[in-house]
C-alpha cells in the first residue's frame, strides 16, 4: 500500500518539463551512476551485435563496414553448398541432442537421491564432494581428462589391459569425442546443477508426504505423486533455458579436447567460427554463421517459451 | 522419525552407496593427479601410482619451476582476476543501484536492454573487430572490460537492493543524508554479503578464463594461466633448454600433472568459501526467474 502511495506521488510530480527536470536533477546521481553501465552494454553488446551486417558484405579490414562490397545473401547461400558446414552444423546438433538426453536428467535423478538420504552428515559431504568440479576450468578437466584416459599411464587402460585389451588412445579416435564431451559434461556440471532443483524440493510441503503415507503410499510413488509434479515448474524452465542454448554448446569445452584426430566428429560451429574466422581471416563467412547460430537460438528459445506457456502456464517472460 | 519398511531400509542402505561413490568419483581423480605429481616417472609409466605418491619426488615441480613462462601467465591471471573482479563489482553495483530505485525513470528501458543481451548475442567476429577498434588486442583489458557486467549478476544484485527496506532510505534522508551518503553509508555496507557473492562468481570465471584470451591474445608475455597450461598438457610445449634435458631423464607425463596441480591448487584453497557463497549466488539469481 505504501508503495502504491509513493507510486501515485511520484507521477503528480511532473504536471510539468520543468518540474520532470527538477526531479531528475535532484536524484542525479542515479542518473549520473548508470552512465558507465549503460556505456558498456552499448559498446560491447550492442555495437557488435550490428557489426553483424558485415555477413551481408565481402568485409575488408582495410575498408571498413562502410568501404566493403554488398554481397546480400551470398555467405549464406555458400554455408548450405559447402558439405564442410553440414558436416559441422550435424555434429553441433548431435552434440547438442546427446547433451540435452543424456546431461539434462541427471542433476534432477541425483537431486532426488540426495534428498533422500537421511544421513545429514553424509548429505553434506556428498554435496561437498559433487559440487566441487563445477569450480575447474575446462582446461583442466580436460588435464584430468587426459590423464585418466593417456594409453600409457591412465588409470582406464590399466584396468582394460587386466582384461587383456589393448591400450586405446581415447582421445585420438574419432568415435570417443562425443561420449567424452557429454561424459565430461555430467563429470562437470551434474552435481552443480541439482542445487536448484534440491531448492525446488525443499519448498514441498511435508504434509503432503505425510498423509500420502497414511494413504500407504511408498517412497517411489510419494516421489512421482508429490515431488516431481512439484519441482516441475523448475524442470520446464531448466528445459527451456537448455532449449535456447541448444546450439550453445560452449567453445571452450570442445576446443580443449580438439585434434587433427577427432575434429571429424568433434567440430561444432563455435570452435570452427575460431578456426576459419579469427585463424583464417574469413570474417564474413564466419559472422554468417554466427548470426545463423544466434537467430537459430533465439527462435528456439520463443518457440520453447510459447510451448510451456501453452502446456504448464510457465515462461521465461 | 517415519517409520521405514524393511525395502525402505534397503533403499536408504543402496541409496548411499551409490552417492557415496558418486562423491568418490569426484575427488578420487583430482587426489590421483596430485599422487601421479609427486611421484618419480618410473612408478608413473608402470601405472603404480593410485591415491599416494609412490617413491615421493619434486623433480616434475623443478621443471614448472624452470619455466618463465608458467610463472608469467601465473602473475597475469592473478592480475585479471583481481583488478577484473574490482571493475566488475564497480560495474555492476553503480548499474544494479539505480535500477533498484523508483526515482529512476529509465528502468524499464535498460532493463529491456540488458535482457535483450541475454536471449540474442552477437556472432564472434564482430565482437573481435570491436576489440580491435578499441586497441584492446593484445592487452589484459581485453580480458577485463568486455565482461565487466554479466546480466544474470546485475540482477542479483538488483534484487539484493531492492529487499533492503526502504525505510531505511527514506530516514537516512530525513536525517540529512544526500544521494551519495546513502549510496556509500548505508545501501554499500549493507550490502556486504550479496557483494562478496558476486567476487567470488565473478574472480572464478576470470581465474578459469580461457576462450578470450584465445580469441584476443596473441603475445606470449600476457597469456593468462589456462592457456599456458593447455599448451604443457596437450602441446607438449617445455621452455628452456634445460627443461628438455631435465625431460630426457622425466616423463613429460610427471610434470603435466603437476602443472595442472599448480592450477587448480588456488580454486581448491579457497572452494569452502565459493560453496557457501555460490550456493547463496545460484538461488538468489533463481528466485529473480
Redesign the interface.
Known sequence: MASKLEKASVYEQFSSQRQLWQFVKKFWLLYALSIPGILYFIIFKYIPMSGSVIAFQNYSIFKGIGGSEWVGVDHFVRMFKYPEFLEILRNTLLIGLYDLIFVFPVPILLAILINELRMLVLKKLVQTAVYLPHFLSWVIVAGITMGILSPSTGIVNHVLGFFGIEPIYFLGENSFIRTILIGTGIWKESGWGTIIYLAAIAGVNPDLYESAEMDGAGRIRQTFAITLPTILPTIVIMFLLNIGNFLDFGFERVFVFLNPLNKANGEIIDTFVYQAGLVDKQYSYTTAIGLFKSVVGLLLIMIGNRLSKKATGESLY | M?KM?K??RI??YM??I???L??????L??I??IA?SFSSSAA??T?AV?LWPVDATLSNYKVIVGDSLIWRSFLNSVIITVVGTLINLA??A??A???S??????RKP?LI???C?M????????????IRE?GLLDSLWALM??M??GAFH?FIMRSFFMSLP?ELIDSSRIDGC???GI?WKIVLPLSKPALATLAIMYS?AH??R??EA??FIRDRNLIPL??R??EV??QNQFEDPTNYMMLQTI?P?GV??A??VV??IP?ILV?PF??KY??KG??LG?VK?
Open positions: 517415519r519398511t525395502g525402505q533403499f536408504n541409496n548411499s551409490f552417492l557415496s558418486l562423491g568418490l568419483s569426484m575427488v581423480p583430482l590421483n593427479i601421479q608413473i609409466n601405472g593410485s560495474a555492476t553503480t548499474l543501484y539505480p535500477l530505485r523508483q526515482e529512476y525513470l529509465f535498460v536492454m540488458v535482457l543481451t536471449i540474442f548475442s552477437a556472432p564472434l567476429i564482430p565482437n573481435f573487430l570491436v578499441l572490460l568486455p565487466s557486467i546485475l526502504s544526500g544521494e551519495l549510496l572464478v581465474w578459469n580461457y576462450a584465445i580469441y589456462q592457456v597450461l593447455r598438457v596437450f616423463s607425463e603435466k600433472m602443472v595442472i592450477g587448480t580454486i572452494y565459493l560453496q555460490f550456493v545460484m538461488l533463481s526467474s
